[in-house]
């Protein structure tokens, strides 16, 4: 069974940093590309970031390029988020997804809140 | 990136038909037919219903089904149920290598 476990939310300062982490069981990690998803309170669904299957390809939404960086270590099969320079807008549900392609997101976590305030 | 345009909302009694568009633009697209389609009930994560503008995952009911036309996208659910009551968002993968989600359209079971 494929499940994506996300940690490394919480409450941070404007300005502040912070690192997501996502545990991946019950697949080869290392055949699929990773991606980010988020959600602010009560809206709806933004693309954050993808990562390829080894890591050498990396691509952001405008709105977090410069100060989100995606990774993955395929021996622990693991995605992170490290997330720089946070703002109030970047308060949302954070969601680890795998690419299952053709664009689609075929496999989701259940998510880790960062609420970025002061 | 703007957000592809669905309707906020759409509803149907149980057993009607209910179609939720989805309106973009040409590099919304991308010139691929990889538009998909997600449902999301409260507080629960969303769960891919359609792929490649038609493609059901395996366990999705053949009461959902996806087309597209020209620029824009259309999710179909036939038969409606009381648990098909949720969001549903479409998603399209971009000329420049991105994502793209619409804003969501909450369905409602009358």
């Known amino acids: 069974e494929v499940q994506l476990a996300e940690s490394g939310g919480g409450l941070v300062q404007p300005g502040g940093s912070l690192r997501l982490s996502c545990a991946a069981s019950g697949f080869t990690f290392s055949n699929y590309w990773m991606l980010w998803v988020r959600q602010p309170p009560g809206k709806g669904l933004v693309w954050v970031s993808r990562v390829n299957n080894d890591g050498s390809s990396t691509i952001y939404a405008d709105s977090v390029e410069g100060r989100f960086t995606i990774s993955r270590d395929n021996a622990k099969n693991t995605l992170y988020l490290q997330m720089n320079s946070l703002r109030a807008e970047d308060t949302a549900v954070y969601y680890c997804?795998?690419?299952?392609?053709?664009?689609?997101?075929?496999?989701w976590g259940q998510g880790t809140l960062v609420a970025v305030s002061s | 990136q703007s957000a592809l345009t669905q309707p906020p909302s759409a509803s149907g009694s149980p057993g009607q038909s209910v179609t939720i568009s989805c309106t973009g633009t040409?590099?919304?697209?991308?010139?691929?037919?990889?538009v998909s389609w997600y449902q999301q009930h409260p507080g629960k994560a969303p769960k891919l219903m359609i792929s490649?503008?038609?493609k059901r995952p395996s366990g999705v009911p053949d009461r959902f089904s996806g087309s597209k036309s020209g620029n824009t996208a259309s999710l179909t659910v036939s038969g409606l149920q009381a648990e098909d009551e949720a969001h549903y968002y479409c998603s399209s993968y971009t000329a420049s290598n991105k994502w793209v989600f619409g804003g969501g359209t909450k369905l409602t079971v009358l």
């Open positions: 040409s590099s919304d697209f991308g010139g691929y037919d990889y």
């Open positions: 490649e503008v038609t």
């Open positions: 997804v795998r690419g299952g392609g053709a664009g689609a997101f075929d496999y």
